[in-house]
C-alpha cells in the first residue's frame, strides 16, 4: 500500500510563499507521475498541478500558471510544489496524488493514490 504524507501548509498574507511537500512511502512511486490537487470548502476537489514520471513534463490549471510550480526527487521520493504570489482564493486543503501512468494527467480519475491532505489558508 502507498502511502502519501504532504507537509508544508499553513497561514500566509496575500503575496506570500509557501512550499508544500509530498514524500511517498515506496520507491515506485518514481515511475508514476504525480499531481497536487485542491479542495476549498463548499467546493469540489480541483486540479492543481502534475509533473511525468521523469519530471521532465508538467501540467498546471490556468488558475495558477506562473505562481505555481511543481517538481519532484525521485531519489527522495518526494514531490513538491512551490506556491509564489499567494491569493485568498488559493485557500483550500492541498492534496498530492499519485497517477495510475506516467504522463502528467489533469483528470482527477486517472490517480489512485491520495495523500491525507495539508490547509493553506491565505489571508487578505
Known amino acids: 500500500q502507498v502511502q502519501l504524507v504532504e507537509s508544508g501548509g499553513g497561514l500566509v498574507q496575500a503575496g506570500g510563499s509557501l512550499r508544500l511537500s509530498c514524500a511517498a512511502s515506496?520507491?515506485?512511486?518514481?515511475?508514476?507521475?504525480m499531481g497536487w490537487f485542491r479542495q476549498a470548502p463548499g467546493k469540489e476537489r480541483e486540479f492543481v498541478a502534475a509533473?511525468?514520471?521523469?519530471?521532465?513534463?508538467?501540467s498546471y490549471a490556468d488558475s495558477v500558471k506562473g505562481r505555481f510550480t511543481i517538481s519532484r526527487d525521485n531519489a527522495k521520493n518526494t514531490v513538491y510544489l512551490q506556491m509564489n504570489s499567494l491569493k485568498p482564493e488559493d485557500t483550500a486543503v492541498y492534496y498530492c496524488?499519485?497517477?495510475?501512468?506516467?504522463?502528467?494527467?489533469?483528470?482527477?480519475?486517472?490517480?489512485?493514490?491520495w495523500g491525507q491532505g495539508t490547509q493553506v489558508t491565505v489571508s487578505s
Open positions: 496524488a499519485r497517477s495510475t501512468g506516467r504522463t502528467a494527467s489533469v483528470w482527477i480519475y486517472e490517480y489512485d493514490y
Open positions: 515506496e520507491g515506485t512511486s518514481s515511475n508514476y507521475a
Open positions: 509533473t511525468s514520471w521523469g519530471g521532465g513534463y508538467a
